[in-house]
């Protein structure tokens, strides 16, 4: 199977959306991954969901989760890699493990400290 021997996280959306989640860990199962509940060093991928089209409130959340799971993985020391969607169906839809490079999410820059910066209403804090 495509993606036999991986073993993948799926955090929950930032809005709660649950059908989402566990639509790509259904995915996953039937490519030959192991879904696991929560992080562990063990872990060689993490889906991440974004919403699309977010409210400014959960455009910063998502940064945050984004934030403590690349945090998480360092302190791990693992060589986890966090990807959209997109590469889950992608391999699904080639049948094989698709090269995660074009579906990695970057870790989000940190946010502005509002001692130092003047407050916009569309900064993170």
Known sequence: MALSGLVVLVPRRVDGDVTSQLAVVHKLESLGARPVPRFSKDVTHIVYLKKLLPS??????????????????????????????????????????????????????????????????????
Do not use: M, N, T
């Open 56 to 125: 400014h409130e959960e455009s910063c959340l998502q940064e945050a989760q984004l934030r403590e799971l690349y945090s998480r993985i360092g302190k791990a020391g693992s060589s986890a890699c966090i990807v959209s969607s997109l590469w889950v169906h992608a391999s699904a839809e080639q049948s094989q493990r698709i090269e995660e490079r074009d579906y990695i999410i970057e870790k989000p820059g940190e946010p502005r400290d509002a001692r130092f910066y003047a407050a916009s209403p569309r900064s993170c804090k």
